[in-house]
């Protein structure tokens, strides 16, 4: 199957900027889209969930606006991910546009080279959630492929429980769990019990296939090895990175970050832009959603002492 051309869709309301933005962007091998509007877009869009896209978006816009456009968006489940730009550095609308779901904020004039490299980053993001996603439908096709008993085993075997184990909890003999374990690996394709642990783990089906009947134990297994994974990104953190981090998932604005920690806005933006990255989410509702959700606390360290003033400024 081969694979479909990249779309990038402009909007912006200076016709000028548009024809620039369309050349440049299609010198690199890309299908452009331009629109003057939020609505035009929004008359014209069809989604096409297997093709790679994103979209470079215009704050401010005549009607909707850009921010507004990203949040309909995202309301209809019809996101992707969102450059934005703005002809001035507006601190607070970078960071409404970061909370509402952009992947990056760019202070016009762009160059083209920054620009292209935030297209590629784009793209490439857009490409893994969608991998993503058909993992997950595959996944969840192949769960609703066992019988009733296969799925009682399949929930067991998760968890890590083995063959004794089940059989016990069952009431049935371990020679017929063997049977069921063969039906099980072969109707969700993998090889043996580790690598449907690590599948199942990897492309996180809580919520994507339904609800395993012994649930407390599968949730702590995911929910461990969840931990695990965002704990080793956090390590990642530089020092500095990490008390914004932590303020971050606390709730605090960008100027609370910044006057807490005695350093500029643009600073505390930049600083949360590696964060991001780093820690593999698109925006920091993202982050705060999902630090929320693995209830990591505990498990990365304590919150570093952050000083509630500081004279010296430190980038």
Avoid: W
């Amino acid at each position: 199957m081969v694979a479909e051309k990249p779309t990038v869709y402009i909007v912006d309301d200076d016709p000028d900027l548009l024809e620039s933005l369309s050349m440049m962007i299609g010198s690199m091998g890309l299908n452009v889209e331009t629109y003057t509007s939020a609505e035009a877009f929004l008359n014209s869009y069809r989604d096409s969930p297997e093709t790679p896209k994103c979209m470079v978006l215009d704050v401010r816009l005549r009607g909707l606006s850009g921010l507004g456009l990203l949040q309909t968006l995202t309301a209809e489940g019809r996101e992707m991910p969102t450059i934005m730009m703005s002809g001035c550095a507006d601190v607070p609308i970078a960071v409404q546009a970061m909370h509402a779901g952009a992947l990056d904020f760019l202070e016009k004039p762009i160059s083209s080279r920054t620009l292209s490299v935030c297209i590629r980053e784009a793209l490439d993001h857009c490409v893994r959630q969608q991998r993503k996603t058909s993992r997950k439908s595959e996944l969840a096709r192949h769960v609703k492929k066992l019988s009733s008993r296969q799925r009682e085993v399949f929930d067991l075997l998760v968890v890590g429980q083995r063959s004794k184990e089940i059989a016990e909890q069952l009431g049935i003999g371990e020679k017929t769990v063997a049977k069921h374990r063969v039906a099980i690996l072969g109707k969700m394709q993998v090889d043996n019990t580790v690598e449907l642990v690590r599948l199942f783990a990897d492309a996180n089906l809580t919520g994507a296939v339904e609800q395993p009947h012994q649930l407390p134990g599968l949730r702590q297994h995911l929910e461990t090895s969840r931990k695990s994974e965002l704990a080793r990104h956090v390590e990642n953190l530089s020092s500095r990175q990490r008390e914004v981090f932590d303020l971050l998932v606390a709730g605090q604005s960008f100027k609370q970050i910044a006057r807490k920690l005695g350093i500029g806005e643009k600073t505390v933006t930049k600083h949360c832009v590696v964060v991001l990255g780093k820690m593999q989410v698109g925006n920091v509702a993202e982050l705060v959603r999902l630090f929320a959700d693995a209830n990591l606390t505990g498990t990365v360290g304590q919150p570093r002492q952050l000083p509630g003033r500081r004279r010296r400024k430190r980038a």
